[in-house]
């Protein structure tokens, strides 16, 4: 069983272990045992479960009962329900959409303690900056439930806007920020994301240097363009140069590139390992003394849909892909940046000895999308990979330190959310073993048809 999320109030929450097709009659259970006014004050929660986005993704609604004491966390014998999502945006909001106790009478000095016991799970384990609520207003009175509107604003909920449902009904949004250090509330955590890509590059600064051979892979090349504009009068037609416009348009709250100039090669080095937060790229030493320029791409993005199963991690399938220049298939996974995606290809008996940007490269341009793929889901090792390489780079640059890493979790975890049941009849997840290539693809420079990053992987 998933463990219970402690609070300082009386209550515990534990989530559900119930599949998608099981939730809406284990609702139908609830709302009978619930408090009426509480229930009617807030969303229509079986209409809301019909949306199918609310039921799958990395904003699936959780579902977790309440109990206090000895209670234990079954429909029958639960002293609440507390519904909730995270909602990502400019500010990751944690957003409560259902609130309500088994209980006959209103005891609101109970559901206060619900409510301060949700409140600090939420902002203890997830890194949102406020919390939100919507309150239905009454169909006879037009207003909010002044009762239970007191009870939140007690726990320093705020007015935010009015809202209207697509059945007519009016709402009153309320919004609570995260008071760490008016009201003590916990610090927000960091973000756990599913995938973390870093592209660092270290390069002397040479202003006759000519061109000997472009960086692989294609985030690299994009650096080493950014690294030497005011040395090099680049052609603004180049496909590089338009790209990394482009590309940094697209990369949300991410800077593409971080350029810094350092005088000699150990502030370089000093620069490097602070840009890219490893010690492990280049060791102490990347090359001769003189003027060295650090350009650095971290990308970190989360799974669209995933969920760990021990030493896996379990993605959903985007699409399958095939190509006449390859045996195996190709397998697309959707990450929550509609831009970036990731390709798994099973790379076992393949030579990595080989320019496997440009192989790729060229398997993209003849891949077909496979109809009736096999399998919806994949499951693959959690990867953490560091790769560097020295090399002579772009003209305006000497000598390029490069290096790439990449680390692969199950992303943040959703212990509420429904879960996909697997019948005897459901295809298993496609288990991608041994050696495979770990491909991040970027539709903002789909017009230079090359993978952003591409990094051979040893499975189990």
């Not at 970036?340 to 000895?353: H, K, N, T």
Request: contains cysteine; charged residues 25%; hydrophobic residues 40%.
């Amino acid at each position: 069983d998933e463990p219970a999320i402690k609070c300082v109030a009386v209550f515990q929450l534990h989530p559900w272990s119930v599949a998608v097709d099981e939730g809406k009659e284990v609702v139908a259970g609830w709302l009978a045992r619930a408090n009426r006014r509480q229930v009617d004050s807030m969303v229509d929660l079986p209409a809301l479960m019909n949306e199918p986005e609310t039921l799958s993704g990395r904003e699936a609604l959780q579902f977790f009962w309440l109990c206090g004491g000895t209670q234990a966390p079954t429909l029958d014998a639960a002293d609440g329900l507390v519904v909730f999502r995270v909602v990502e945006g400019v500010a990751c909001s944690g957003q409560i959409v259902h609130l309500s106790l088994a209980q006959e009478a209103d005891d609101w000095g109970s559901y206060a303690e619900a409510l301060a016991c949700v409140r600090r799970a939420i902002l203890t384990e997830l890194p949102v900056s406020k919390l939100r609520t919507t309150l239905v207003c009454g169909s006879e009175t037009g207003v909010v439930d002044k009762e239970l509107e007191r009870v939140w604003k007690d726990d320093h909920y705020k007015w935010f806007q009015l809202t209207q449902s697509s059945g007519g009904g009016r709402g009153q949004v309320m919004n609570r920020n995260r008071y760490v250090e008016e009201l003590q509330d916990p610090p927000q955590p960091a973000p756990v994301m599913g995938v973390t890509v870093v592209v660092i590059v270290v390069a002397a600064v040479a202003g006759d240097k000519q061109v000997n051979a472009p960086l692989k892979p294609l985030a690299s090349r994009l650096l080493g363009v950014e690294i030497c504009r005011g040395i090099v009068a680049f052609d603004p037609s180049l496909p590089e140069v338009s790209a990394i416009s482009k590309l940094g348009q697209r990369v949300e709250k991410v800077p593409l590139a971080i350029i810094r100039t350092c005088p000699d090669s150990q502030s370089a080095l000093a620069s490097a390992k602070e840009l890219s937060g490893s010690e492990e790229f280049f060791g102490e030493d990347i090359g001769d003394q003189g003027e060295r320029r650090v350009g650095v791409i971290s990308l970190q993005i989360d799974w669209a849909d995933s969920r760990e199963d021990g030493d896996s991690i379990v993605l959903a399938v985007y699409c399958e892909g095939r190509t006449p220049l390859f045996k195996g298939p190709v397998v697309y996974v959707a990450t929550t940046k509609p831009d970036i995606f990731m390709l798994l290809i099973p790379w076992v008996g393949e030579e990595v000895d080989v320019d496997l940007c440009a192989r790729v490269a060229e398997m993209m341009k003849v891949i077909e999308p496979v109809q009736d793929t096999e399998f919806h889901e994949v499951a693959i090792p959690k990867i953490s990979v560091t790769q560097h390489s020295f090399v002579e780079g772009l003209q305006g640059m000497g000598s390029v330190r490069q290096g790439v890493a990449v680390d692969v979790t199950g992303g943040r975890p959703s212990p509420g959310a429904l879960h996909r049941r697997r019948g005897p009849d459901a295809p298993a997840p496609l288990q991608i073993q041994g050696q495979f290539l770990f491909v991040v693809w970027h539709a903002g420079v789909d017009e230079l048809d090359e993978p952003l990053v591409v990094i051979p992987v040893q499975g189990a």
